[in-house]
C-alpha cells in the first residue's frame, strides 16, 4: 500500500479499532495510540521490509521491538489489519485467557509480537541485542523499536544508549514519541528531561526529528532519511513530535485520555469524526 490517501484511510480505520477496543472493555491506552497511529499504518505498510508469514528468528527482514506496550491497541489494529492474524481478534482486546492482553505476551505466540512489552524502558536493550544479532547472521536487515518520551525516564535507556553507540550499533533506528505527556501529566512537570534531541547526540548517535508525526508523508519522508543514515558507525534515533489522541478532538491537547476508556456519548463522538473506510471487525 503506498497511495497517501488508502494509508490515510486505513489510519482512519485504526483509530476506529483502538477506540472501539478500549470501550468495549472500558479499559486500555487510548491517547498514544491514537498518536501513533499514523507512524504504525507507515511502518507497517510501506517502511519495514517484511517476508511472508511469522517466525520467532526473524531472519532476512527488518524486525520492530515496541517498548512502550501499553499503547498496544493500535499494534494489535495495525498487525490484524497487515495480515498477521485475523481482524476479527480484535474484539478479543483485554478478555480474559485471550491473546491480545493489555501489553503485548509471547507466551500464546501472537503473530507479530517478538517481545512482552510493557515494563518500561526495557524495549532499547532488546532491540540492540537484535540488532548485534543481524551482524552476526550476517543479515543486513534494519531493526526498529518505537518508544515514549515518558519512558525515558527509565535510567536502562540511558545505559542502553551508551552500548548502542560504544559498540556502533548502526543497523538500528529508535524513534522516540515525542508527544510531550505521560500518565500524570506533562512530561516537563512530572520530570523534566531537557533537550532530548542534544542528549542522544551527546551519547554518540545521529538524530533526526520528524516535527509533523501525524502526517503519514511526513513520516514516510523522514524515516526513508533515517534508514539513509544506518550503516555509517552509529545508532540512529527519530524525534517523532506527534500529538496524543490524534484525530479525536476531545482527546488531544491533554494527558488525560493516556489511560481512559471513552463511555457510550464518547465512543460515538469520536467514531463521528473517524468514518468507517475498511469496515470494523
Request: some cysteine; hydrophobic content about 40%.
Amino acid at each position: 500500500m503506498s497511495n497517501t490517501q488508502q494509508l490515510n484511510d486505513f489510519a482512519t480505520q485504526v483509530r476506529r479499532d483502538i477506540l472501539r477496543m478500549v470501550h468495549a472493555v472500558n479499559s486500555g491506552h487510548p491517547g498514544g495510540s491514537l498518536g501513533c497511529t499514523e507512524f504504525f499504518t507507515a511502518l507497517y505498510q510501506v517502511i519495514l521490509e517484511r517476508k511472508e508469514g511469522f517466525n520467532m528468528d526473524g531472519n532476512g527482514e527488518d524486525l520492530f521491538f515496541l517498548s512502550n506496550g501499553h499503547i498496544s491497541p493500535v499494534f494489535y489494529s495495525v498487525l490484524a489489519r497487515s495480515g498477521y492474524f485475523p481482524v476479527s481478534e480484535l474484539a478479543t482486546f483485554r478478555l480474559l485467557n485471550t491473546r491480545l492482553q493489555g501489553h503485548p505476551t509471547t507466551h500464546d505466540g501472537l503473530p507479530g509480537i517478538r517481545v512482552a512489552s510493557g515494563s518500561l524502558g526495557q524495549g532499547m536493550s532488546v532491540a540492540i541485542g537484535a540488532a548485534l544479532a543481524k551482524k552476526l547472521n550476517g543479515d543486513k536487515h534494519l531493526i526498529y523499536s518505537l518508544h515514549g518520551d515518558g519512558e525515558l525516564q527509565e535510567g536502562q535507556n540511558w545505559e542502553a544508549m551508551m552500548y548502542a553507540a560504544a559498540y556502533k550499533v548502526d543497523n538500528y533506528i529508535a524513534t522516540v514519541d515525542l508527544n510531550g505527556k505521560q500518565i500524570d501529566g506533562a512530561t516537563d512537570e512530572v520530570l523534566p528531561m531537557g533537550d532530548i534531541k542534544a542528549k542522544f547526540i551527546a551519547f554518540g548517535w545521529d538524530v533526526l526529528e520528524i516535527t509533523e508525526g501525524n502526517n503519514i508523508e511526513a513520516i514516510l519522508a523522514g524515516m526513508s532519511e533515517a534508514k539513509s543514515r544506518t550503516g555509517k558507525g552509529k545508532p540512529v534515533c527519530v524525534l517523532l513530535h506527534t500529538e496524543m489522541g490524534n484525530g479525536v478532538d476531545f482527546m488531544m491537547h491533554t494527558h488525560a485520555w493516556h489511560g481512559k476508556a471513552p463511555n457510550d456519548d464518547q465512543l460515538a463522538k469520536a467514531l463521528e469524526q473517524n468514518p468507517v473506510t475498511l469496515g470494523d471487525y
